[in-house]
Every structure is written in C-alpha cells, then in structure tokens.
C-alpha cells in the first residue's frame, strides 16, 4: 500500500522545538517534492514548507521562515520539518504529501495525496 506516514507531534511548551517525520511507505519519496501543511481547527490548511524531488529548491512560508526547517534523509526514505521557537498559533494537525515545490505565487498549489497527520499543540 502506497502511503505517507507522519509522526513526530506532541506537546511541547513555547521556544520549544519538534521534528516532524514524513516516511513514504510502499514507494521512494526522493522522485517526489514534499510539502508539509497544517490545518488548525476551524482554519483552512495551509501550506508550511516544501522541498523539491532534487533537493535544490526549499520554500517556505512567512510564518515559519527562520524557524522550521525542511529537508530529505534519503536513506531513511523521510523527509522531515524541524520546527523551533514553537508558538501557540502553530497548533495544528500537520500533514505531508508529494507534489511539486515551486516558488511564489503559488509555492503549495500541485500538491495531492496528504497523509493521516500528525497533532502539534504549543501551550504553556
């Protein structure tokens, strides 16, 4: 079965930090971009970072630039999201999926098949 698998989430308290793991099971992540999105409830989801199938293209958005970082562990056939200094409105489900990582306007907009995600919740 073809799939993504997220883990990786929890809680965690302000300026603290989470890594973020996105493992392709049944097929090879590295012929893929993969984008990392979050859904807070109520919220629509939103785009949060992405890297290109070859590596030489990140994007990310202004919410989480400096902070989150994105990058591919091919061995490992995952991609994770680092994310430090962690803030209350980060509190989501994130979820990854395959597509294509390009930049402005539409960085986020090819982008199918999400994982089940994973519950990052930042709270004192």
């Known amino acids: 079965q073809v799939q993504l698998v997220e883990s990786g989430g929890g809680l965690v308290q302000p300026g603290g930090s989470l890594r973020l793991s996105c493992v392709g099971s049944g097929f090879t992540l590295d012929y893929y971009g993969i984008g990392w999105f979050r859904q807070a409830p109520g919220a629509e989801r939103e785009g949060v970072a992405c890297i290109s199938s070859s590596d030489r293209f990140t994007y990310y958005d202004d919410s989480v630039k400096g902070r989150f970082t994105i990058y591919r562990d091919t061995d490992k056939n995952t991609v994770y999201l680092q994310m430090n200094d962690l803030k209350p409105e980060d509190t989501a489900v994130y979820s990854c999926?395959?597509?294509?990582?390009?930049?402005?306007?539409?960085?986020?907009?090819?982008?199918?098949?999400w994982g089940q995600g994973t519950q990052v919740t930042v709270s004192p």
């Open positions: 999926a395959t597509g294509a990582c390009n930049g402005p306007p539409a960085p986020f907009a090819f982008f199918g098949s």
